[in-house]
């Protein structure tokens, strides 16, 4: 029994200096915080067109502008927006233009270069829609 006994004394004495030696410290968390996102101003007709532009989007309605698409701009917004469906209107309108307004810029030169259109003069909604609609009603018809 006093075997046991002096077993039992040692490994307490065991324990607590092993306590002592490893004492677990919790550092403080060490935050760090993600900056504010910049918003540029963008003109008038820039954000007027990215608006008619996300409603032909969301209207699946852009094959008048698939004309226009010089290098692959069309599919960079369009999966920007597929990405982003959650924003509302005028909040994805802000985001897809900090990412995307120079892709933007050339749907509209093309659109200038091969029409002629003075894109920084259409400034409302109704406008490009006109415009479009227009587009759309000169193509020829066929009968296949």
């Known amino acids: 029994m006093t075997e046991d006994l002096k077993n039992t004394e040692t490994e307490e004495t065991t324990e607590e200096t092993t306590e002592d030696q490893f004492e677990v410290v ?19 007709y820039l954000n007027v067109f990215a608006n008619f532009y996300i409603a032909k989007f969301e209207q699946a309605d852009l094959e008048i502008m698939a004309a226009f698409d010089g290098n692959h701009d069309i599919i960079e917004i369009n999966t920007y927006i597929l990405a982003n469906e959650a924003f509302g209107r005028r909040n994805l309108i802000k985001h897809v233009l900090n990412i995307h307004a120079q892709n933007f810029e050339n749907i509209l030169a093309n659109i200038k270069a091969k029409t002629g259109l003075a894109v920084e003069s259409v400034r409302t909604f109704d406008e490009w829609n006109d415009w479009y609609s227009e587009r759309r009603n000169n193509i020829s018809q066929t009968l296949s």
């Open 26 to 44: 919790v550092p403080e968390p060490n935050r760090v915080e993600m900056p504010a996102t910049e918003y540029k101003e963008y003109p008038d």
